[in-house]
């Protein structure tokens, strides 16, 4: 699937952003987003896992660095919906 194909839908974990990482399903997707330059980047679930398995998402936000150098992430969680083709009026 082409990325210009698709968009990210957030969705919050049942109990919210405070909910620790082993407590949200395996198929919840992770999209980074740096506040300072907009650079989004989906999380391996498998490496969240090892490093963070029951810290907090907001935890894990805050200890993210963007490539750009900024400490600036927003961490989401949620899936990847197709977008219509092009001209599609429904």
């Known amino acids: 699937m082409d990325n210009d194909s698709r968009r990210f839908v957030e969705h919050q974990p049942l109990g919210g952003y405070s909910a620790s990482l082993n407590t949200i399903p395996q198929h919840v997707i992770f999209l980074a987003e740096c506040r300072s330059c907009g650079r989004q980047r989906e999380l391996d ?20 660095r963007c490539a750009c150098g900024e400490k600036n992430t927003r961490l989401m969680t949620g899936y990847w919906v197709s977008s219509p083709p092009a001209g599609n009026s429904s």
Do not use: K
């Open 45 to 64: 679930r498998a490496l969240l896992d090892a490093y963070a398995n029951m810290a907090n998402v907001r935890n894990i936000e805050a200890r993210l």
